[in-house]
């Protein structure tokens, strides 16, 4: 009695299991045909059907995949999200059905050439945003979206999926499917029932695309004095090698597990945890992440409408410093940027600016660094000493699990559209300082190290500090002498500002009162000015303004640039006189006047904001280029060793050399050459310091003292 009760028991868990199976394929059946309902009859705001369109042009365009938009699918239905919560596999296996059940009636020929397990729906903009370091064991399993940087991208690989084996005995053909991505042989032939080794038929076998990436925190998501958190994503299909490193990426994707091993080949309880990844957005703009609600736009056109706007965004830069109101209105253009332009012979012309601080300690350069990290969306902040040339640009790393070589992005790819900030400049090591030229001219990272050759982007503002080398800055001396950097570096900075701690009681005194009102909670303006702009804020504003405002330079702001420039260069007529400025300073005053019109949200660049821009450059020029010989501009003060003057007599006492030693004379006295400079009409301090500087490069030698001689070279 007591087995024929179990058996009815048994019978009806049996029935019970039949019968939660047949509702699961009828729930799965009717989410199936829902889907295709969507793809049919979606439509968007303007009232097409984007969704039926796409379909239509897969075949087409030869593409295997269809993007949906998880807020277009849940807003259709939401039986879609809570399919996609509770059970996420079946979930995206049957909005793949769907996709081919269409397509089998659309296009057949085209579902039987590239096979129906590789076409699959794409799933973006998922609703369950995780961020990477809040990543925990519950998520396992479930379809998440995460966001951070690529920092390093393996090779493509092919992955068997279907393979099909040749016994070598009855040369019987066996499918088998592989499983977990983990190569499976049939055990033994199901046709002559030996065990033997098999043959790959490649040909009839099926491979896709394979990468595996590692995605990491963005700057601005990390929390102060924390590591970033990063995680391995799989790529498989037509998604990967879609991005590279250093780009800003979304992932949508299931969380799975690999078990951990230890050292002795043990397996460990703990597991590694990766993301299969479903679909992939690759934000490109700088600003695309920020949220603006309806009253933030209000706030935005009101301000942009405010006839004083430039001044209170500069007002805004940096409010707990005191004063250097030229060199915050410079950073506040460096923040907006100008206009990227791109020719059809394939010429681009950068809009980003760079500008280096130059200055006595204690002149709050630091603090504005930071503020502008913080205040930039892709801010990074470095200091000089403790950085590299690969952790500036990208380094080639050895991956310990495929042991391929892999390029991981460093801190001017990971700003890339942003800001690096980069302080204590001139305490670089020179062969890591010379990593960013190209960075800073072409916007790009170009690497060729242990087989890897690869350019990234680095489409980056450069905002550097750096200090004098003799402690403070030395007016007389010439800006390489002052922080030793090199001319070619120094020429690719747009504006450079020295900022000197000079005595003077009355500013000194307003100085203190200023810092230390601050230190008794006083607010860092005056009464009757308007309070400097919320960060926040002033973030959301830069990001609509570098969204949707593309300010074109007008023929009188054209007009203004030209004159400025032609009417400098003409001082250098003739040879003899010092060049004032070159076509690099003419490109770096319309980007200033573009930033200048995007501060504004104008779509032209106006006469004001060209005028605006030579003042600045006025103002940078004649605190770095003015020969205090001369006392004129002269911008080989910035791009040369020399300045014109001191090459002026330089060559006077290269000739003098050359034509004494013509005479028979090998070693010149060093009295005869200064007397010579002298009776030119050139002082005895200056040609002492020029012939002292030739001998440091070598150009002279000094065999004895009181002689001098020409380098043979």
């Given at each position: 009695?007591?087995?024929?009760?179990?058996?009815?028991?048994?019978?009806?868990?049996?029935?019970?299991?039949?019968?939660?199976?047949?509702?699961?394929?009828?729930?799965?059946?009717?989410?199936?045909?829902?889907?295709?309902?969507?793809?049919?009859?979606?439509?968007?705001?303007?009232?097409?059907?984007?969704?039926?369109?796409?379909?239509?042009?897969?075949?087409?365009?030869?593409?295997?995949?269809?993007?949906?938009?998880?807020?277009?699918?849940?807003?259709?239905?939401?039986?879609?999200?809570?399919?996609?919560?509770?059970?996420?596999?079946?979930?995206?296996?049957?909005?793949?059905?769907?996709?081919?059940?269409?397509?089998?009636?659309?296009?057949?020929?085209?579902?039987?050439?590239?096979?129906?397990?590789?076409?699959?729906?794409?799933?973006?903009?998922?609703?369950?945003?995780?961020?990477?370091?809040?990543?925990?064991?519950?998520?396992?399993?479930?379809?998440?979206?995460?966001?951070?940087?690529?920092?390093?991208?393996?090779?493509?690989?092919?992955?068997?999926?279907?393979?099909?084996?040749?016994?070598?005995?009855?040369?019987?053909?066996?499918?088998?499917?592989?499983?977990?991505?983990?190569?499976?042989?049939?055990?033994?032939?199901?046709?002559?029932?030996?065990?033997?080794?098999?043959?790959?038929?490649?040909?009839?076998?099926?491979?896709?695309?394979?990468?595996?990436?590692?995605?990491?925190?963005?700057?601005?998501?990390?929390?102060?004095?924390?590591?970033?958190?990063?995680?391995?994503?799989?790529?498989?299909?037509?998604?990967?090698?879609?991005?590279?490193?250093?780009?800003?990426?979304?992932?949508?994707?299931?969380?799975?597990?690999?078990?951990?091993?230890?050292?002795?080949?043990?397996?460990?309880?703990?597991?590694?945890?990766?993301?299969?990844?479903?679909?992939?957005?690759?934000?490109?703009?700088?600003?695309?992440?920020?949220?603006?609600?309806?009253?933030?736009?209000?706030?935005?056109?009101?301000?942009?409408?405010?006839?004083?706007?430039?001044?209170?965004?500069?007002?805004?830069?940096?409010?707990?410093?005191?004063?250097?109101?030229?060199?915050?209105?410079?950073?506040?253009?460096?923040?907006?940027?100008?206009?990227?332009?791109?020719?059809?012979?394939?010429?681009?012309?950068?809009?980003?600016?760079?500008?280096?601080?130059?200055?006595?300690?204690?002149?709050?350069?630091?603090?504005?660094?930071?503020?502008?990290?913080?205040?930039?969306?892709?801010?990074?902040?470095?200091?000089g000493k403790g950085t590299t040339a690969a952790g500036l640009t990208a380094a080639v790393v050895h991956d310990s699990e495929t042991g391929a070589?892999?390029?991981?992005?460093?801190?001017?790819?990971?700003?890339?559209?942003?800001?690096?900030?980069?302080?204590?400049?001139?305490?670089?090591?020179?062969?890591?300082?010379?990593?960013?030229?190209?960075?800073?001219?072409?916007?790009?990272?170009?690497?060729?190290?242990?087989?890897?050759?690869?350019?990234?982007?680095?489409r980056t503002s450069i905002l550097a500090a750096a200090n004098p080398t003799l402690g403070r800055y030395e007016p007389s001396l010439s800006v390489?002498?002052?922080?030793?950097?090199?001319?070619?570096?120094?020429?690719?900075?747009?504006?450079?500002?020295?900022?000197?701690?000079?005595?003077?009681?009355?500013?000194?005194?307003?100085?203190?009162?200023?810092?230390?009102?601050?230190?008794?909670?006083?607010?860092?303006?005056?009464?009757?000015?308007?309070?400097?702009?919320?960060?926040?804020?002033?973030?959301?504003?830069?990001?609509?303004?570098?969204?949707?405002?593309?300010?074109?330079?007008?023929?009188?702001?054209a007009k203004v640039i030209e004159d400025f420039y032609v009417e400098l260069r003409r001082e250098a007529e003739g040879g003899a006189a010092p060049?004032?400025?070159?076509?690099?300073?003419?490109?770096?005053?319309?980007?200033?006047?573009?930033?200048?019109?995007?501060?504004?949200?104008?779509?032209?660049?106006?006469?004001?904001?060209?005028?605006?821009?030579?003042?600045?450059?006025?103002?940078?020029?004649?605190?770095?280029?003015?020969?205090?010989?001369?006392?004129?501009?002269?911008?080989?003060?910035?791009?040369?060793?020399?300045?014109?003057?001191?090459?002026?007599?330089?060559?006077?006492?290269?000739?003098?050399?050359?034509?004494?030693?013509?005479?028979?004379?090998?070693?010149?006295?060093?009295?005869?050459?200064?007397?010579?400079?002298?009776?030119?009409?050139?002082?005895?301090?200056?040609?002492?310091?020029?012939?002292?500087?030739?001998?440091?490069?070598?150009?002279?030698?000094?065999?004895?003292?009181?002689?001098?001689?020409?380098?043979?070279?």
């Amino acid at each position: 009695m007591n087995i024929e009760l179990k058996v009815v028991c048994l019978d009806r868990e049996v029935k019970k299991l039949w019968d939660a199976l047949e509702n699961m394929t009828v729930e799965m059946d009717s989410l199936q045909e829902r889907f295709e309902e969507f793809l049919r009859t979606y439509k968007d705001n303007q009232g097409s059907t984007v969704y039926w369109s796409r379909v239509q042009q897969l075949s087409i365009e030869g593409e295997t995949s269809l993007v949906v938009d998880f807020e277009d699918l849940s807003s259709f239905d939401l039986v879609f999200l809570d399919s996609a919560s509770e059970d996420p596999q079946s979930f995206l296996e049957t909005a793949n059905n769907a996709l081919v059940s269409i397509l089998r009636i659309e296009d057949p020929d085209y579902v039987k050439r590239i096979g129906e397990d590789t076409i699959q729906v794409r799933i973006v903009n998922y609703s369950e945003n995780v961020p990477l370091r809040y990543i925990r064991s519950k998520h396992i399993g479930r379809l998440i979206r995460i966001s951070g940087i690529m920092m390093r991208a393996s090779e493509v690989k092919p992955l068997l999926i279907s393979a099909r084996f040749l016994c070598r005995v009855c040369m019987t053909e066996i499918p088998q499917e592989q499983e977990e991505g983990r190569y499976t042989e049939p055990p033994l032939c199901p046709t002559c029932g030996k065990r033997t080794p098999m043959r790959l038929l490649l040909e009839k076998s099926r491979f896709i695309d394979w990468q595996k990436v590692r995605i990491q925190e963005s700057p601005d998501e990390l929390p102060p004095g924390q590591m970033p958190r990063s995680v391995d994503v799989v790529l498989k299909g037509d998604i990967v090698d879609v991005s590279r490193p250093g780009d800003l990426v979304k992932i949508t994707g299931l969380l799975q597990t690999t078990p951990d091993f230890s050292r002795r080949g043990g397996r460990l309880a703990t597991f590694n945890v990766f993301i299969e990844a479903n679909g992939v957005e690759i934000t490109e703009k700088e600003y695309e992440q920020i949220e603006i609600s309806e009253e933030d736009m209000k706030r935005i056109e009101n301000l942009a409408e405010d006839p004083y706007v430039h001044q209170r965004i500069i007002n805004s830069i940096a409010p707990s410093i005191q004063g250097h109101l030229r060199i915050k209105e410079s950073i506040a253009l460096l923040l907006f940027g100008g206009v990227d332009k791109a020719f059809d012979d394939g010429t681009k012309l950068r809009g980003k600016s760079n500008i280096l601080m130059i200055g006595d300690p204690g002149t709050g350069k630091s603090q504005i660094l930071k503020f502008v990290a913080g205040l930039a969306t892709r801010g990074l902040y470095t200091s000089g000493k403790g950085t590299t040339a690969a952790g500036l640009t990208a380094a080639v790393v050895h991956d310990s699990e495929t042991g391929a070589m892999t390029l991981e992005a460093g801190a001017l790819v990971l700003a890339d559209q942003g800001i690096a900030c980069i302080d204590e400049f001139d305490k670089m090591d020179p062969n890591d300082r010379t990593a960013i030229h190209e960075a800073m001219e072409q916007h790009t990272v170009s690497i060729a190290k242990a087989g890897i050759v690869a350019t990234l982007n680095a489409r980056t503002s450069i905002l550097a500090a750096a200090n004098p080398t003799l402690g403070r800055y030395e007016p007389s001396l010439s800006v390489q002498d002052n922080i030793k950097l090199p001319f070619t570096i120094l020429s690719r900075f747009d504006l450079i500002w020295i900022m000197v701690d000079t005595v003077e009681a009355t500013r000194d005194r307003k100085l203190a009162s200023f810092i230390l009102g601050m230190h008794q909670g006083k607010p860092p303006y005056e009464k009757d000015e308007d309070p400097p702009l919320h960060p926040d804020f002033l973030k959301k504003y830069i990001g609509h303004a570098n969204n949707h405002v593309k300010p074109v330079l007008s023929q009188e702001a054209a007009k203004v640039i030209e004159d400025f420039y032609v009417e400098l260069r003409r001082e250098a007529e003739g040879g003899a006189a010092p060049v004032p400025i070159t076509a690099r300073q003419l490109e770096s005053l319309v980007r200033l006047a573009e930033a200048r019109a995007k501060m504004a949200l104008r779509s032209k660049v106006t006469k004001e904001d060209a005028e605006a821009s030579l003042n600045l450059m006025e103002e940078s020029l004649k605190m770095v280029a003015i020969d205090p010989i001369t006392g004129k501009r002269d911008i080989d003060r910035i791009v040369s060793k020399m300045s014109a003057a001191q090459r002026s007599i330089s060559d006077v006492i290269i000739k003098t050399m050359r034509d004494l030693e013509s005479e028979g004379m090998s070693r010149v006295d060093k009295e005869a050459v200064v007397q010579r400079a002298i009776a030119i009409g050139h002082s005895r301090e200056r040609a002492e310091e020029i012939i002292e500087r030739l001998l440091a490069d070598g150009t002279l030698f000094s065999p004895r003292e009181g002689k001098i001689s020409l380098s043979q070279k």
